[in-house]
């Protein structure tokens, strides 16, 4: 009932602790060699909120860490069917899941057990236009390969998510199907959440906010390119240093702030004292994800749960929050997905927070005339932001849905200035 997890360092893979099931449960210990080698830093830890020592940790739930690389959503339906296993709570499966579907996640870590080694014979690859048509060739190969995201989302009902890589001859294949010298480029493919016309509006949506989102000041990574109801996104937690293929950290707020389940309800603050716990600097940590989310309010991206935002433990880099992701008009979404993270007891109306009393209740982070002046200050970019969508294409229809919603909240953050 163990798991051997590793960790990539420097385009190596390390063992770094053993996760022991009980049956209420379990312990999380360090490799011995691992202890006597890294320093406890941030960087080192296979969990922000683990220490690298030789204690061994009594965990009463699955370590949070541990639920960001185990399946989930659609990666999770993919693996439930490869199991022979029907849906069933997540709670229930999440050990089954993470054994073996937790080979080749985001970040820097990974479950040994369930690692797959690149085939012997090499694929020759696919063009784009094999996964913009959605060649079942594609698909299966993938699947086979563990390229479909594990711990990607809260959602049940998320969009399908696919790891891929390009080669030196700029053929796709999935992620996992090469060895990693002969990796280029590492991106995300996401197709729509479903077959209706507002999950391709969605999706094709997608690019243009995110350059929103980067005129809007917001940490972001490369652009995002749409194909034809295909949306492919540059991965930030890798990264091609000459001849080594270097994976970065990364963890969810979540589980900075030791939430493993799945589904619950986010609170901001607890979000915000988990950021500033763990970041290099907490009070540009803080003031970005609070920039986030005036933009996440302003544009109605109402999937906001704590698994969309995450920590970048990138080596020789500040612990930071990572650059945006999953940003998109989630209002118009068919299955209506509601805002999952709240400023509780401090929302005038549904959408709006009263942005002075989110600044007082942050005043133990942050001093309070700092953060107000902060949110004040964004009231004019906020007034200017339908006239940018526009110009950054997003669509009509979108536009007239966040018309009012960007004018009343830059009213508010106005008033915030006033007291």
Sequence with gaps: MNINLEINIDGEW????????????????YDADYVIDQKDTFHNRAGLLYPVNFEL??????????????????????????????????????????????????????????????????????????????????????????????????IPGDAPKFMVVTDREDRWHPDGALAPGDVSESWIVKFPRGKKAED?????????????????????????????DCLFIPRFDRERHRDKLLRHGLETVCSAANISEYGRRGDHIKFCQAIASV???????????????????????????????????????????????????????????????????????????DWMAVARSLDGLIDVEHTTQYLASLAPMVAQLPAIMKQLGVEERILQEVIGRCAAIAMDLEKVARG
């Design 279 to 353: 970041t290099t600097d907490p009070i540009s940590e803080v003031l970005e994800y609070l920039r986030r989310d005036v933009l996440n309010t302003a544009m109605r991206n109402t999937d906001n749960h704590g698994r969309n935002t995450a920590i970048i433990k990138k080596r020789g880099y500040p612990i930071e929050l990572s650059p945006l992701y999953d940003f998109a008009p989630m209002f118009l979404d068919p299955e209506g997905i509601p805002r999952a993270s709240l400023w509780h007891g401090m929302e005038k109306s549904i959408g709006q927070p």
């Design 57 to 154: 940790y009594n965990c009463p739930v699955i370590p949070a860490f541990l639920a960001d690389i185990t399946p989930s959503g659609a990666g999770r339906r993919v693996w439930l069917r490869r199991l022979g296993q029907k849906e069933n709570t997540e709670a229930e499966l999440d050990w089954d899941l993470l054994k073996v579907g937790a080979g080749n996640p985001p970040g820097n870590l990974r479950v040994c057990q369930a690692a797959i080694e690149p085939p012997e014979i090499k694929h020759p690859g696919f063009a784009m236009e094999d996964i913009v048509a959605k060649k079942s060739d594609f698909i299966e190969y993938a699947e086979e390969m563990g390229a479909i995201v594990a711990g990607a989302t809260d």
């Design 14 to 29: 390390a063992p770094v602790a053993t996760y022991e099931k009980r049956r209420v449960g379990g312990w999380l210990e």
């Design 200 to 228: 391709r509006l969605v999706l094709r949506n997608e690019a243009p906010y995110y350059e929103v989102a980067r005129w809007f000041g917001v940490r972001v990574g490369g652009s995002l390119l749409y194909r034809d």
